[in-house]
Structure formats: C-alpha cells, structure tokens
C-alpha cells in the first residue's frame, strides 16, 4: 500500500513511521477524539484510529465488545510491545471481553520455532507479565491449536483475491505463500470473536502500530464483504442494500420489523433491494448497523461488524531509532533485571546539550529524547510527566540526573513484575483456552 508520495506501509518491512500527520492524511487515518480519559490518548500517544466510534457507541449503551491483540512467541516482551498490553488491559476495565492469539504457527513458519517452545515463550516471556501488569482472566490461545480461526480463514480466503493482496503489501509472483496466509489468519483472529458461540456481532478493538494498517483494513473490508446488509449513509439518510440474488423479501420485511421496534420508518424497494430509512440521518449509521448484523447473525454465521482500531505511536529504541533485538541495547526488555535496565539508560541517547552549561543556559529537548519517553510511555501522572518535560526544556533538568530517575521508576516496575511472576504463572488456567476440536 503506497501513499501518495510514494511511501509504503508493510507489516514486513523494518522502516519505521515517524510522520503520522502525513500517514493520517494520505492513508485516511481518523483522529481519536476526545471520548477515551486515558494518558495514552491526552498525550496523543494513540494518534490515530480506524471506526472507533461503534467501540464508544458500545461503551455510551452499554453493550458488550471485544479487544484483541496477538503476541508473536520469539525473542522477549519488552516496553514497546508492553503499550498494546497497556490498552488491552484499559479496554478491558471498560468492559471489554478479551482475545490474545498467541502466533505460534506464524512464529514456526518464519522463525522455525517449535510448538513446545513457542508455548514455552509466550507465556514466560509474555503472558505472565500480562497478568502482572493487571490484564483479568480473558480468552488466550494458540493458533495451532484454535479450530475455529483456522476454519473461519479457509472461508476468509475466498472474500480475498491475488491481484488485491499484490496491490496491498507489494506482493509479486515470487512471494511466499505464507505472505499471503498471514493476512487472512490475522483477520480470522479478529473477526472469529465475533461468532455466534462466542457472543456474536460486537465492536472490536484492535490496537496496533501503523505497520499493522495494511492488516486493519483488508480484514474490515472482508467483513464488510461477507454481511448480507450493507447499511449507507446517502444524502444524509440511511440506505441499506441486501447483498445476494435470492428473493430479499423475506431479508427486508425482517430489517424492517426490527428497525420498526427502535422507531424507524422505513421505505422498501423489492426491486433494488434496498431499505431507505426515512426518519434517519447519518448518525444512525452505527446502531443500525449494529441492530442488522444481530439480527443478520440467525441467517449468516459470518454476520461480522467491521473491526475497530487505533494506532499507537512507536516508541524510540534507547540508541535512537527502532527498537530492535538485533541491537540489544535499544530495548528494555519485561524481564530484565533492574540492574541491566538502568545500564541501558545510562548509555541512551538524550535530547540534552552537548555540555552542562548549554543545557542550563538553553535547556534540553525532550520531543526528541528517548529517556523522556520512559516517561511519557510509561507512567501515567500527568502532573510528573509535565514536570519533567518543563524542567527539561527549561534546563533545571540535567540528563545524568534524569536518566538515573528515568531508571529508579523502569527498575521499580520491572522488580514488581518479577515479584508477581510466580503468583502469575499460577493463575494460567484463568487464562489460556483449551485445545478446540
Ligand atoms: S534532561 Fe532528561 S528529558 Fe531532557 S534531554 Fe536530558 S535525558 Fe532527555
């Protein structure tokens, strides 16, 4: 997928995407709205979002909803992947039921890395730091061994074609058909939340990194792609067309009863198989939308609403650049030792002056500082975190001294994660979902 300066996102590909108002403008990313009182969004650190409002809809009536996410079972947990956890676990208070796919099968396809040891993997490196952060008792399972999303991306990948996913992730005649798979398991992941036996049609959130917004909007088009009513907005008012060439009569008479229930006039037309909703505006796009696909799950096992999503900002590895386990010292992994945690930001690069006295005299730049980010990424107190963005830029603040703060609260956090593991790995079962036959 290209923008229009000629720039690609790929869930492969190693760049990173440091220019989000260019990505919000030339990819069609909304702007999160004021809705969510949570720091990750007042910071902007969640800056962007993919069909959130059927995510606040759910939350404004009161109506159950998912959030999902993955974890790829090599290497180690470390503060970048910690935000998605962050939110899931935010999500969840709100009342969110949620989904963790462990991608075994994916991690042994490119990586080679066995069942026995991806399980070994996800949970010590990753599930039990879940729990301790504070994630509650959710649906965790392994994609070898999840029958349900293994069959739902077989039916998946007949709503998808070549020449689509070329044009998406650049894919040419040599790519390997897992780069074809890969896609389609994702969705599967998501929308498989969704089945009847599981709860049925429900927002679902899925929060990524911008690298992931190829994913995000195949798996919404392929849901919109399998629902029977395609419900539109046109001339401000709600249309709805009933997808199929059977007779739609028996489809429309039963939106139009349901409709009827929540005090909607509605207007057939047999012919053009379609519902005009007169005494609607575009407003109603969502709990119409939300009515029909319950209604629409009794006919259709695959009556799915399109998946929500927001876009986390990537956070700066401690060399400057990405965080990458190819270079160990950028990243502050979940069980590292305090000790190892407070070497790394020692030697982290800084926004700060070349000399003490430059950085009395003209203060340091923490927008461009990694350390300040251990902050702003990781603790939650505004009234702090504001503080030291001020002291910073006003050079009160020196960055030897405030690299050893930074590592005092990431070496508090980590030594309470190590001290809960033990209590964590015993509450698993609350946890992980048995094999599906
Ligand atoms: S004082 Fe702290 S926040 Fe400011 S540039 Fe130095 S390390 Fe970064």
């Given at each position: 997928m290209h923008?229009?300066?000629?720039?690609?996102?790929?869930?492969?590909?190693?760049?990173q995407y440091f220019d989000y108002e260019k990505l919000i403008k030339e990819f069609g990313i909304q702007r999160p709205d004021n809705y969510f009182d949570y720091f990750m969004f007042r910071r902007h650190l969640i800056f962007?979002?993919?069909?959130?409002?059927?995510?606040?809809?759910?939350?404004?009536?009161?109506?159950?909803?998912?959030?999902?996410?993955?974890?790829?079972?090599?290497?180690?947990?470390?503060?970048?992947?910690?935000?998605?956890?962050?939110?899931?676990?935010?999500?969840?208070?709100?009342?969110?039921?949620?989904?963790?796919a462990v991608a075994d099968l994916e991690s042994y396809a490119t990586r080679g890395i066995s069942f026995d040891k991806a399980r070994n993997i996800a949970i010590n490196e990753y599930i039990a730091n879940y729990i301790s952060m504070g994630l509650k008792p959710c649906r965790i399972y392994f994609q070898s061994e999840n029958y349900d999303t293994q069959s739902l991306s077989f039916v998946l990948s007949n709503e998808t074609n070549m020449s689509e996913l070329k044009s998406i992730y650049g894919l040419t005649d040599s790519s390997s058909i897992l780069h074809v798979n890969a896609p389609i398991i994702q969705a599967a992941d998501v929308l498989h939340t969704q089945l009847g036996h599981l709860g049925g049609p429900r927002a679902t959130i899925v929060p990524v990194g911008i690298d992931q917004d190829p994913h995000i909007r195949l798996m919404r088009d392929i849901a919109k792609r399998l629902r029977v009513y395609n419900v539109k907005i046109e001339d401000n008012k709600i249309s709805i067309y009933i997808k199929g060439s059977d007779d739609p009569a028996d489809k429309i008479n039963s939106a139009i009863s349901v409709l009827g229930n929540s005090g909607y006039e509605c207007m057939p037309n047999y012919e053009y198989r379609a519902i005009y909703v007169k005494n609607s505006t575009g407003e109603d796009k969502i709990k119409i939308d939300m009515m029909l696909a319950i209604e629409e799950s009794r006919i259709n096992d695959y009556a799915f609403i399109e998946p929500s999503a927001t876009f986390q900002k990537l956070e700066t590895g401690l060399k400057g650049g990405k965080m990458s386990s190819s270079v160990p010292d950028?990243?502050?992994?979940?069980?590292?030792?305090?000790?190892?945690?407070?070497?790394?930001?020692?030697?982290?690069?800084t926004g700060g002056k070349q000399t003490i006295e430059e950085q009395k005299k003209y203060g340091g730049n923490p927008d461009i500082c990694p350390v300040f980010e251990l902050y702003k990424y990781h603790n939650s107190n505004d009234k702090y975190?504001?503080?030291?963005?001020?002291?910073?830029?006003?050079?009160?603040?020196?960055?030897?001294?405030?690299?050893?703060?930074?590592?005092?609260?990431?070496?508090?956090?980590?030594?309470?994660?190590?001290?809960?593991?033990?209590?964590?790995?015993?509450?698993?079962?609350?946890?992980?979902?048995?094999?599906?036959s």
């Open positions: 923008t229009q300066s000629g720039v690609m996102i790929n869930p492969w590909s190693s760049a962007g979002q993919r069909g959130i409002d059927y995510l606040e809809y759910s939350i404004k009536n009161k109506i159950k909803f998912n959030a999902m996410t993955g974890l790829m079972p090599s290497g180690k947990m470390h503060l970048g992947n910690k935000l998605t956890i962050d939110q899931i676990i935010y999500f969840q208070s709100l009342g969110a039921d949620v989904y963790i950028s990243l502050i992994s979940l069980n590292d030792t305090g000790e190892e945690a407070t070497r790394k930001i020692k030697h982290a690069v975190v504001t503080r030291v963005y001020e002291e910073c830029k006003g050079g009160v603040r020196m960055c030897g001294p405030c690299k050893i703060e930074a590592a005092e609260n990431i070496s508090g956090m980590l030594k309470t994660l190590a001290e809960k593991k033990d209590e964590s790995l015993g509450k698993l079962d609350d946890y992980l979902i048995k094999r599906s």
